[in-house]
């Protein structure tokens, strides 16, 4: 059956129907095993992504294998609504912003008169969860819908969970109310989440120190922002930017002169600013100043890389150890022009001269102009200086100590050295702390962020260190898929400090005791995996979303209270409550939790840090598995700027079959997945080839008779469902897709040259295996091919089938890769020949597979042969040196296979394959022992013999050749 993409997707809705139909998804308690698995509920800000389709898709073929194995498998969905994101792009087009019109249009396909009721965000949040809602069930995911949800005050029932969650929270002393810094949006007055900004997620204030300059002509300083105050006694001059307005303000009693954003920030971390005037950066120019630490004078330069937008827009310079500032240095001194046009004097820009002030390991006088001679960095302009200023910032802090020309801190290590410059500077008024974001933030509703440090900020207490010792426990219990990303993990846990949950604008769930603050979108998805168990009650009427009170949560979620008395305070069934509550019991903890690698940051160690904080420890999480982000053609996805493709556009194009599975074969691990088209045409070739096969296969007449080679497909098939069974443990999806669509289908391939007939009873169990297999991954697909091998029930719910390898599989599987091994070598050497007339093949004796084994089993040569004749030890004690060398350079995985195979038969298995042999070669084959006295050897080759390794001899007509 060739497979058109309108056959797949015909195929799909059927058995999509089907599935409904028998409500094969919907999962409740019973006496089974259960496997609770979840996905991070998608922002309902745009259509779901092939990302989303990569992530969700890899936690829906493990599910499918867990349900198979036999679990009682839960796999519910939910929808976020949280957030600026979706109130972002509602006040973008109400102003009308073009770009996100165009990329709506363009990319989403709203038309006008749908865009203009996006102004609402609710309404843009149902028209995608509906949307989203299509998408997943044409995808094929195995959801219990019965427990869906969205976040938000919109939704009770969720709204009620979540305050719970923080009574709790506040209860225990994990929030506290304080002053903090916050990644602040001025356009919507609320700190912003990772999740509330179209750019910079992750990116959090860093300390910049403030060193005073002041004007030598006046009672004005400009102080400069900088990572590196050590540095100041390399100072050769000041940059600034000539084509920005800075202010002059009056900063805590002084005057300063700063950017104007600059003026902002300092305000909004609690210093007293007033601007008094503006000055144009070009004014400044050719001025002095001075520092207070080393008295030297410096002169004010022009550069227009300078940002005022980063700390207070005016840069000192230390050429000798910032490779951008060399650089600037360098091209002013050749801009004769610039230099004119600014009435800079050519002969005292060339006297300055850089000032060496750390020795750096690798490095001599001037580490800044090495790198850039070494890296040939022509101009200020190359993205290449950034990298270099990196490298040398990070070697000098690690390996670099103070000189001689550093005063009292001559000689100290400059990570030392820096926090005692600091303390001084502050405590003699020279310097004061900063908070900056090191990148740009973009809120979502377009507006730049800064820091701000607000006072009565609610903040849970990431820093606790009994929470942290707490999460660090969990984590150590946990499963990580893959075990590089714990210590992500734990480094995220040390590092976390406090965090502000809550802000005033946007969509979201009150804060319960202070209901003008929303809890932010990060803050309400940590625990709400355990409302799955509950919204399946809410969304059939069996219990109000009103009824949710504390009193009710505490008894359904952590077995607390008096469940007569609440029963009847809340007028709720005790049976319904007893019902609610074990369920609950039946599913936590979730037994897998997956997710994309850049929540390791946020979201995911959140999960961990609160489950520890609100359930015992019974109910602490058991597995989270993080993959990487999908690109799309090469390039990074990226919504605001249309790069993506949505996963129903791939459906449409592809089925969700061949989506699936282009996705899934595209990574593992945390490696980044790429989506192409083309990739994608490519698995609907390679699916159609295998439904094509298997069918033809199927159909084709066979015997009853069975041979050595029928065993090896038994036993290849069994070996296969192991190592897609051991890879799907592992979360190794991309591992176990290769082997269920390529590795049938080359074993079945070798089976099919290796015989003129079938044999039928293995042949069909070994289909049925490989259908089965096919099943996590091409769920659709692998149903059509199930019925149409004449099966009734669903292939989704039938047994795994995974079989114990006994010796007898390992030995059938190692006699045919002995046998195809020796096939492969002889066309090798016929090849080297150019032919023969005929091939002689000697296998060794039994004593040298004897001497093999007992190596292998790790006994020791003189102990070998201390039970050898003596005038054998010469012979055995070479053989055995020479067999410990290869033994020694080979796999252990080998070693441990051949030790449990035992002794192979050799020449049995050539000779009862002597005429395949013959067929594959095209020539005359002789078989002989090593031992036997009758065998033909004009070379004396025989000895050369070894186990796994016969000699092969070929005979020309001008003699023979080995």
């Not at 590196?228 to 805590?252: L, Q």
């Not at 702390?433 to 903040?459: A, F, S, W």
Request: charged content about 35%; aromatic content about 10%.
């Amino acid at each position: 059956m060739e497979l058109t993409v309108e056959k797949i997707k015909a195929i799909e809705e059927k058995w999509q129907e089907r599935w409904e139909k028998a409500r094969l998804y919907e999962s409740d308690p019973d006496e089974r095993k259960k496997c609770f698995v979840t996905f991070p509920f998608p922002y309902m800000s745009g259509s779901l992504h092939v990302g989303a389709g990569y992530t969700a898709g890899r936690l829906d073929t493990y599910a499918r294998f867990m349900r198979m194995r036999g679990y009682n498998v839960l796999y519910p969905f939910a929808w976020h609504w949280t957030g600026v994101t979706i109130a972002g792009i509602a006040e973008r087009i109400k102003r009308g912003d073009e770009k996100t019109i165009q990329v709506l249009r363009r990319k989403e396909n709203i038309d006008d008169e749908t865009l203009e009721k996006f102004k609402d965000p609710v309404f843009i949040a149902k028209f995608f969860m509906e949307r989203a809602k299509e998408a997943v069930k044409r995808y094929g995911l195995g959801i219990d819908w019965r427990r869906e949800f969205h976040t938000t005050s919109y939704n009770e029932g969720f709204s009620k969970f979540v305050q719970w969650q923080y009574f709790k929270l506040k209860e225990r002393g994990y929030i506290r109310l304080g002053t903090h810094p916050v990644v602040w949006c001025p356009s919507c007055k609320s700190p912003t989440g990772d999740h509330d900004r179209l750019a910079g997620e992750n990116v959090s204030p860093e300390e910049f120190t403030l060193i005073k300059f002041k004007l030598t002509d006046d009672e004005i300083y400009l102080p400069a922002g900088t990572f590196r105050p050590e540095t100041i006694f390399g100072v050769t001059n000041i940059w600034i930017n000539p084509e920005v307005e800075y202010v002059i303000a009056e900063v805590d009693e002084e005057k300063w002169i700063v950017s104007r954003e600059a003026a902002l920030k300092l305000q909004d971390q609690l210093h007293k600013v007033k601007i008094l005037d503006r000055v144009k950066g070009s004014e400044v120019i050719g001025k002095y100043v001075k520092d207070g630490i080393t008295g030297r004078e410096s002169i004010i330069l022009p550069a227009t890389f300078v940002d005022p937008k980063i700390a207070t827009g005016i840069v000192y310079s230390v050429p000798a150890h910032a490779p951008l500032d060399w650089l600037a240095l360098r091209d002013l001194r050749d801009n004769e022009e610039y230099l004119r046009k600014f009435g800079l004097n050519k002969e005292v820009i060339k006297k300055i001269e850089p000032i060496s002030i750390i020795k750096c390991e690798g490095y001599g006088e001037f580490p800044a102009i090495e790198i850039v001679n070494k890296m040939k960095i022509a101009s200020q302009e190359d993205k290449r200086a950034e990298e270099a200023t990196q490298i040398i910032y990070k070697e000098e802090f690690h390996t670099g100590i103070m000189k001689r020309n550093c005063g009292k801190y001559s000689g100290k290590p400059v990570n030392i050295a820096k926090e005692d410059i600091i303390k001084e500077m502050e405590e003699r008024k020279l310097a004061i702390k900063m908070l900056d974001l090191p990148q740009p933030v973009i809120c979502r509703c377009g507006t730049r962020c800064h820091v701000k440090i607000m006072e009565n900020q609610y903040l849970l207490k990431y820093s606790d260190k009994d929470w942290k010792e707490k999460a660090h426990k969990a984590l150590s219990r946990m499963k990580i898929f893959p075990e590089e990303a714990r210590d992500l993990f734990r480094s995220y846990i040390d590092n976390y400090r406090d965090w502000a949950f809550t802000r005033t604008f946007g969509l979201g769930t009150s804060l319960p005791w202070a209901p003008q603050f929303l809890i932010e979108t990060l803050s309400d998805s940590t625990i709400y995996m355990a409302y799955y168990t509950i919204s399946k009650f809410v969304n059939e009427g069996k219990i109000e979303p009103s009824q949710l009170e504390p009193e009710v949560l505490d008894y359904i979620l952590l077995g607390e209270g008096n469940v007569k008395e609440i029963s009847r305070d809340k007028r709720i069934e005790r049976n319904l409550l007893d019902e609610m509550r074990n369920e609950f019991e039946y599913w936590y903890p979730v037994d897998v939790r997956i997710s994309g690698k850049d929540l390791i940051a946020n979201h995911l160690t959140f999960y961990i840090f609160h489950h520890t904080a609100i359930f015992p420890e019974r109910h602490w999480p058991r597995g989270i598995s993080v993959n990487g982000f999908v690109q799309i053609e090469g390039e990074a996805m990226h919504k605001s700027k249309g790069i993506y493709v949505t996963l129903m556009e791939a459906i449409e194009k592809f089925g969700a079959d061949t989506t699936r599975l282009t996705l899934l074969l595209a990574a593992d691990g945390m490696d980044d997945p790429n989506w192409r088209d083309e990739n994608a045409r490519e698995t609907l070739t390679a699916l159609s080839n295998v439904v094509e096969q298997i069918l033809r296969i199927w159909e084709e007449k066979k015997v009853d008779k069975k041979r050595m080679i029928d065993k090896w497909l038994d036993s290849e098939t069994k070996r296969i469902i192991k190592s897609i069974t051991d890879s799907l443990e592992g979360f190794e999806i991309r591992k176990a897709a290769t082997e269920a669509l390529f590795g049938f289908r080359k074993a079945f391939k070798h089976y099919q040259r290796r015989v003129k007939t079938m044999n039928k009873e293995i042949v069909e169990k070994s289909v049925e295996r490989w259908i089965k297999a096919l099943s996590p991954f091409v769920p659709h697909l692998a149903e059509e091919l199930w019925k149409r091998t004449g099966h009734r029930e669903f292939v989704a719910t039938a047994k795994w089938p995974l079989e114990e390898m006994k010796d007898s599989d390992i030995k059938i599987l190692e006699e045919e890769e002995y046998l195809q091994q020796v096939v492969e070598d002889c066309k090798e050497i016929l090849k080297l020949l150019r032919g023969g007339r005929k091939v002689i093949i000697y296998t060794a004796s039994e004593w040298k597979w004897k001497v093999y084994l007992e190596l292998l089993e790790g006994k020791e040569i003189g102990e070998i042969l201390s039970e050898i004749k003596p005038e054998q030890k010469d012979e055995v004690g070479k053989f055995a040196s020479h067999m410990k060398r290869k033994i020694m350079r080979s796999k252990e995985g080998l070693r441990r296979r051949r030790m449990r195979t035992g002794i192979l038969d050799e020449y049995a298995i050539l000779t009862d394959n002597g005429e395949y042999i013959e067929e594959e070669l095209q020539i005359p084959v002789e078989i002989y022992r090593e031992e036997d006295p009758e065998r033909y050897d004009p070379q004396d080759k025989a000895r050369e013999a070894e186990p796994y390794r016969p000699t092969i001899f070929v005979e020309q007509k001008e003699g023979a050749q080995r």
